[in-house]
């Protein structure tokens, strides 16, 4: 175990030990919970060195992303671990990458899965400007073809 020391210069209340934030008015200020009104943070930062990644021998499926989606196979096993894309642990340990077909696909749309895993990817289909949430989308219940359509797209 490896430690790094520093005394720096709080940056709360930037070395004055008073903060005052949008509750102190009228010359009113509290002293700082951070540095305890010294002005001075005392930085403490333990670490290992990296030699290698560890291994999970809990984890079995990598997925690239995760829109909010509980991933699992349920308390029924009625999903598989491919149910929500990604790829075996084994494979993403030797290096393979992410491609197409990978994604979340029974469970998210196209829009939904770019805004988080690639963003100039993300379509920008009038289609999708209509609703606050991607799963309140009239055509969300229709996402299969949402992907098709992205696959041409992305094809050309």
Known sequence: MKIIEIDEKCKTCEGTGLYVGIAERDGFAVVCHVCKGTGCHHFKYEYEDFEHRSMRPDVKQVLEINCGIVAGVGK???????SFGGMSYQDWL?????????????????????????YKKKPKWKECLCCGSFSSCEHFKDKDDCWNRFDKEQSK
């Open 76 to 82: 029924d096993k009625q999903y598989t671990l491919s």
């Open 94 to 118: 030797h290096g393979k990458l992410f491609a197409v077909g990978m994604e979340m696909r029974n469970f998210v749309c196209p829009a939904w899965w770019y805004q988080s895993a690639d």
